[in-house]
Each structure stands twice: as structure tokens, then as C-alpha cells.
């Protein structure tokens, strides 16, 4: 059984481009001018920082549940701790301005953009990479890996790891329109890049590892309200809190340590407003044992987005294997690939369809040695009865290679329902 009718990206359900203009740019333009004459500009530049802190109330540095202190507490404070200042570690952005601006002009150079706002960096603050075997950096994110070949880390699929960023963006922009034409968002929210946004979407993603792939997340998606980074190794868990402050993400990336299935399954009973919007599974096999939590835990018309690296097993290596684990037989032909493909949709189909759920495909790719499909998940008892026609049994010449479907069912539409 297979999956045999669906388009990518039908028209109703398309996610709509757009490019994203942020803060950060016109702070880098304005840094790279201040900086042939630091000293000059100490005055402007730190209130422009101040400003800047404010206006967005974000940063890396420190909790947003922090409060900027008075300005003229602050400048008491440096008064009377001096030029030394600038090598505290203190959580509040503010106070590190000031301290720069009271450094001399060679540890006022020391600025980095943050979130859109310019902050500097105090000694000390750096994670040490020396403890560490290596340093990967990807995307916006740098991530940190013990000595011990303990995490798992696939360069290959940074490809996979792009695409997700790209599809996620858009989810999440439809998201903040559809809440823009509801009214539901804030007026002062901010919809960026790292900055967390109360009403924006909930992002699970089980088999997390190094934490990579959530943290890119947050670096790179707007409107994010919560990403949940889980693992079920312990070792796993204490490299993602490390790439999390060493990232400085912890106001949107949460780690967990748990079996991602019976997480999932918690959250199964759930109110439809506490699911997930995107859940995505990147397991290092087949995914088939964490399917069916899914399509519980996930919201009406949220994104569930699924790995597969099994593909011989797909592609028609072990056909009974396959059965098992996805509900169809794979076939050993020029289409193989994209067998694969519709024999995952079939499977996370079957399963959503036990919940009185549906899914509609958007984009299904096979790269490298893996396959990975984007699909909507939506609740209607009524749309669920059109599923057998989405399915067909496939018979393949083994001379010629040609085929031919025979459909499972037929949809018709009665007069009643036009």
C-alpha cells in the first residue's frame, strides 16, 4: 500500500515567502563607522546600546525577567568600583555597558552584535573551548563536543538541518499572520530571530543529541515561543545545557531528558492550545516507533516533520521489514526513491487516521542516504473517509519495469455535499 495522490505545496496550503529586515543590520553599519574613533563616540554609542537594550529588552546575556536598573544607580556603582568594572560577570547588559564605556578605548572595541543590539563582551564570559575536542559551527549556531565520542554529530545532513530552518520559518510566519488578523498579538512584540515571542509557535524536537538542530532554531526562526531540546541519554542532555548557555539561549531552548515516545504521549491528553505546533523527528533509523505519539501530540494543522535513514529498507532491501515497520511493501525499481517516500506518507497517514486525523503533504525530499517529508496534520471525521482513496496497490513488471495502480477507493461526491 502506498500513498498515491497529494501535491507539494497545494495551492490553498502554501506558506508564504518573505524576507525579514532585523535591527542588527543598521547597528553593524553604524559599529563599523564609531569604530575608527571609539574613544570620540564613547558618550552616543553607549546611549544608543541603552536604547537599544530597551527597546528590544533581549539579549543573550541575561534573563529577561530582569529589570534594567536606574541609570544613575549604574553610574554610582562604576564611580566607585572604577575601571575594573568591565571584568565583572554581571547578568545585566546595562551595567556592562557602562563599564565598557568606562574601559579604556581598546576594551570598548570588544563589541558584538546581539540580537540586534550591540553589547560588549567581558572578560571571562567565553565558554572554554579548550575542554572540549571540537568546535562545529553551523548556521548561526557553535556548538560545543566533549573529548569522548559521546554525542552524535552528522555533518551530512546540514543540508537537512537547512531546509528545516527554511520550512519552520515559513510555518512560523503564516502562524504570526494568521494571529496578526485575529488580533491575538501584542502590539510591542517583536517578531525576530531569537527573540521569544509569547504568542509564537512550540517546537518539540525529540532526538535533539548535541542540541544543534534546536538551537538553530531559535538563532535562525522568528517567532518562537518555546523549543523543547530532548534526549534520553544523560550525556546527551549535559552537552545540550552547555551549547544552550554557551549560545545563550535559554530564555527559548528548554532541555529535556526523557524517552521522546512517552513524552509524546504525554502530551497526548493534552488541551488542543497545550500540543505542539511543530514536532520534529530526526532519529538515527526509522522513526516508525515514535509516529503515532505524534500525530497525538501535535496540534490541529501543526507541522510534524520526519527523518527516515532506513532507505534500503524502503528502497526494496527487506520488503518484509518494511511491512512491518511502515505498513507496505517496498518493490525494487527505477522509482524506488519516491516509493519510499509515499510509503512513509502512507504509514504516518494510517496512523493519524486512528485519531480521526488527516495529513497533507508539503515538500518530501530524498537526499543522501535519508528521505524527509514536511506534512500538515488536521482533525475532520469527514475528511478521514476520503483516505482510502489516497492509497492504491502498485504492480510492477520485472522485465520492463512498467506499472500500474489500482486504487484502494474512490471518492465521489453525492449532491448533498455540493
Known amino acids: 500500500m502506498e500513498f ?93 555597558l557602562l563599564a565598557a564605556n568606562e574601559c579604556n578605548a581598546q576594551q570598548v572595541n570588544s563589541w558584538k552584535i546581539d540580537r540586534g543590539v550591540l553589547i560588549p563582551l567581558p572578560h571571562g564570559r567565553e565558554t572554554d573551548k579548550a575542554a572540549y575536542a571540537h568546535v562545529i559551527k553551523e548556521g548561526n549556531a557553535e556548538i560545543l563536543f566533549p573529548k569522548k565520542n559521546e554525542v552524535f554529530y552528522n555533518p551530512v545532513q546540514e543540508f537537512n538541518r537547512d531546509l528545516t530552518c527554511a520550512v519552520i520559518s515559513q510555518f512560523s510566519k503564516l502562524n504570526y499572520d494568521t494571529q496578526c488578523m485575529a488580533s491575538l498579538v501584542d502590539d510591542h512584540a517583536v517578531f525576530a530571530p531569537g527573540v521569544r515571542l509569547e504568542s509564537g509557535v512550540t517546537i518539540f524536537e525529540g532526538l535533539s543529541a548535541s542540541g544543534l538542530r534546536s538551537i538553530r532554531f531559535a538563532l535562525e526562526i522568528p517567532g518562537i515561543k518555546t523549543v523543547l531540546c530532548n534526549d534520553m541519554s544523560y550525556d546527551a542532555v549535559e552537552n545540550i545545557k552547555q551549547n544552550i548557555t554557551h549560545n545563550r539561549v535559554e530564555n527559548i531552548v528548554q532541555p529535556s531528558q526523557s524517552d521522546a515516545a512517552a513524552y509524546m504521549y504525554s502530551y497526548a491528553s493534552k488541551r488542543e492550545a497545550e500540543k505542539f505546533d511543530v514536532i520534529d523527528l530526526d532519529p538515527y533509523g526509522s522513526p516508525a516507533i515514535f509516529l503515532d505519539a505524534a500525530v497525538q501530540a501535535i496540534k490541529n494543522g501543526g507541522l510534524l516533520c520526519v527523518t527516515c535513514t532506513d532507505t534500503a529498507v524502503l528502497c526494496g532491501n527487506g520488503a518484509e521489514t518494511c511491512f512491518a515497520k511502515y505498513g507496505g511493501m517496498s518493490l525494487r525499481a527505477k522509482f524506488c526513491h519516491e516509493m519510499a517516500l509515499r510509503l512513509l506518507l502512507n504509514s504516518l497517514e494510517s496512523h493519524a487516521n486512528h485519531y480521526s486525523r488527516y495529513i497533507v503533504p508539503l515538500v518530501s525530499i530524498s537526499a543522501d542516504f535519508y528521505i524527509r517529508v514536511f506534512v500538515r496534520v488536521y482533525t475532520s471525521a469527514k475528511d478521514v473517509k476520503n483516505s482510502a482513496s489516497k492509497r492504491a496497490l502498485v504492480f510492477s513488471c520485472t522485465g520492463c519495469e512498467s506499472f500500474h495502480l489500482l486504487h484502494m477507493g474512490k471518492s465521489l461526491v453525492n449532491d448533498s455535499d455540493q
Open 4 to 96: 498515491v495522490k497529494g501535491q507539494l505545496f497545494e495551492p490553498e496550503n502554501d506558506l508564504p515567502g518573505g524576507a525579514y529586515a532585523t535591527h542588527t543590520d543598521s547597528l553593524e553599519n553604524k559599529h563599523d563607522e564609531q569604530q575608527e574613533n571609539p574613544q570620540s563616540q564613547n558618550s552616543e554609542l553607549f546611549e544608543q546600546k541603552v536604547s537599544d537594550v530597551n527597546q528590544f529588552n533581549i539579549s543573550r546575556t541575561y534573563d529577561q525577567s530582569h529589570h534594567l536598573p536606574a541609570l544613575e544607580t549604574m553610574k554610582t556603582e562604576a564611580a566607585s568600583n572604577g575601571s575594573d568594572e568591565c571584568n565583572r560577570n554581571d547578568s545585566s547588559p546595562a551595567v556592562n
